[in-house]
Structures are given as structure tokens and as C-alpha cells.
């Protein structure tokens, strides 16, 4: 994964209805795992530049051991649905070759290992259970096909481009197939080759299997932001759809030492800030070898989804604003309405406490109403004799808002993360 793909624009193939409803989205699951997960390094790119005696182990030995025996789709469905996310995209194949899925195309994969189950089938079912959306991750750029071929293993390399290596072509034309006719509409397909994979008529294989499919790296916009990297979000908003690929620590795969995380809040505020500018967030979790997630990102998603209970509306179906964010102030707006979201970010909020905020770029009609999602406005508990009713009014063309928080979160009545406005019938230009 790189910057490349920061530069790819959208596919006028992609169905345009399809493109909406990932905008609509906003909050998908990343899932990176895979075979190598049971040493800890990054996902496959240990293969090149290694030498036969890694390579043979790695193939030949790793499938032998890996028995996820702890796996329970079920429970990361449940997770991921309270966290917020709306659809999942599991890497089925990585560089490395090794198959998730129950295929008749490799010997290495999951069927040949002391799991022998489908994993791709039990999360498919799981996260469909709960109506979330169903994403694939795959790679054309196979290792595992490099080395039974006898070529290097490289990703830049003549014979290392699918569209120069026409088995491996064929290889990944009949996985794409069985993926597509043996798991049941595919709303998401992740195609993360680095070499046009375009020109070798991957995306409309795809598409002729599944017109449905929405393809995302490998036909829009996918920036890759993680902390090792110096990338960062787009600098402005953007109309058309584009999906932020984020990682909680450093590694999209497990790593289970030498890992630093963000924590929950940072996590937040870059979604706010992905949706406020248009896009979509794509944030990974790399589970354990043994099917577990690790604690560490299962807090991260807990906070996540504390938060996301309450201010999920400001999230989902909404579009940038012309001006999206005041300082430390962020907006989105509510999809085909005239309702305004505001997000207070970087700023310690204490319960009970009145804040006042001015607003030069929101103008209100006299219908509006403006109240912070989650709260009633009416009840600050143990006290009756407050009443947290948020007032506003404009003011020298701005709009002027004075409002408590009200609801406790957490037991000791703090909470880091950001309080949402809403604003409804604003005069939007």
C-alpha cells in the first residue's frame, strides 16, 4: 500500500449509485489477516528479499500451524456494528498468495491448515447477519505464484506485472470469479495492485460478474495514512468519493510488540475530519493469530462506539460544506436537508459547564433549532435547578450559541471526545 494511489481518480464504470452509497457510508472496517500473522511482521512484504530458506519455510511451513481456534465472526460482526462501521473489507489474498477462502485454484490457503474452514464464508454470514456491507480485499500481485514459477519475488520486476504474466492473470481472473459467485453479492472490491491492473481487464471482470460491485482502490481515490507515513488527509473537501485507509498503530497486520497506538480520540477526530471534507473512513484492525482481536483495538473500537451511539446522525448521509471546519469547529451537513452538524473538537468540555461559540459561516432562518446530539436539553442530573437548554440567536451576521453539556458518559463525568451541535433549517449558500 503507498501513496500511489492518491493520485488514482473515480471510474465513470463504477455505478454512480453505488459511488452515493459509499458516501453515504462513512465508516467502513479494514481487516488485514493472514497466515504470517503468527510471526508479527507486516502482511507478506517480508518475502521480498528473502532468501529460499525463509521463502520455503514461509509456504511450505506457516500453513501447517496457523488454527485461528479462537475466531468468532459472530462476535467481530456485533463489535463492528456497535462501533458504527456500515460495511467490511477482508483481505481475502495479500501479496503473499495466501487464500482465505475455500478455492480450488492454490493449495495455500485456508482449507490447508489445521483450521480447514472457510473463514471468508463464516465472516461473510456473520457480518451479513447484522446488515452490514461486504467488502473484499485482494491482491494481484501473488508471492506465492512468483515462487512456484521460479521468478523473484518482486513487485516492480517485468514479470512481477500481471498484465506481463499471463498465468498469473489467469489466476487472479478465476479467484476474482469464485469470489464473486460463491459468497453472494459483493458490495465493496479492494483491488490493491500496484501495475494498471485496469489494462489487464481486472475491473471489468469485476464488473461483469457483479456489475453491483463497487470498486475502490483501483478505481478511486484510496490516500493511505497511517503514522509511520508523512501522509496526511486532503488539504480541502471534495465532491467526488474517496475512502481514507487508516491503521490504529503502525502495521495493518497483528504486531504484537514494538506497536504504538492512537488513541481513541485521534481516532474520532480524523474520522470527523474525513467526513467534513467528503470522504469515507477505512480504519484496520489486525486480529491474532488465534482469531482474537487485540485488546488494544478493541478499546479504541469501545470508545469509538460510545460515541458513535450518540452522534452516529452527524456521521452518516452527509455531504462537506463549501466552508468545513472554523478553528477548532468542524461541519458536515445532512444529506438533501438543511440540517447543520458541528463538531467542538480540541477543547475539554467539563459536564455541567456552559460553552459559548460565534459562527460566522452558518446562517440560521427563524425555524431553526440548535441543540447538542444525544442530550434532551432539559435534565442535568442531580440538579433541578438547572435547566441545560441551548440558546442562539445571529448577531452582527454571526451566529452566537450558548450551550451545556449535559449527559454523563463516563462515571467520573469527564469525556475527551468531541460534542456535537446540531443546527436544523439553516440558510445553507
Known sequence: MGSFYAALSSSAENNPARLEWLKDAGFGLFIHWSVDSQLG??????????DEAYCEY??????????????????????????????????????????????????????????????????????????????????????????????LISRVRPEAIPTNNPELMALNKEQVRELLTNYGPVDVFFIDGIHGHRSGGLNEHIWALQPGCLITRGAISTPEIAPSTDQTLPVSSKDEPWEACFTMGTSWHYKPTNETYRDGTQWIDSLIETRAKGGTMLLNIGPKPNGEIPIEQEAILREIAAWMAINREAIYDVRPLNVFREDNLWFTQAKDEDTVYVFVKDTEWKYGEWKSFELNNIKITEESVVSILGQNDRVLEYREDVLPQTEWEMQDGALHITAMRAQRIYNDRTWPNPVVLKITHVNIQ
Not at 511482521?41 to 528473502?50: D, E, R, T, Y
Not at 511450505?60 to 460482526?77: H, V
Open 41 to 50: 511482521v507486516v502482511i507478506s512484504h517480508s518475502l521480498v528479499g528473502a
Open 58 to 151: 514461509f509456504f511450505n511451513e506457516l500453513p501447517k500451524t496457523f488454527n485461528p481456534t479462537d475466531y468468532d465472526p459472530d462476535e467481530w460482526a456485533r463489535l463492528a456494528k456497535i462501533a458504527g462501521f456500515q460495511y467490511v473489507v477482508f483481505t481475502v489474498k495479500h501479496h503473499s498468495g495466501f487464500c482465505m477462502w475455500d478455492t480450488e485454484t492454490t493449495d495455500f490457503d485456508i482449507m490447508n491448515t489445521p483450521y480447514g474452514k472457510d473463514i471468508t464464508r463464516e465472516l461473510v454470514d456473520a457480518f451479513r447477519t447484522y446488515g452490514l456491507g461486504i467488502g473484499f480485499y485482494f491482491s494481484p500481485d501473488d508471492f506465492s505464484e512468483f515462487y512456484r514459477q521460479g521468478t
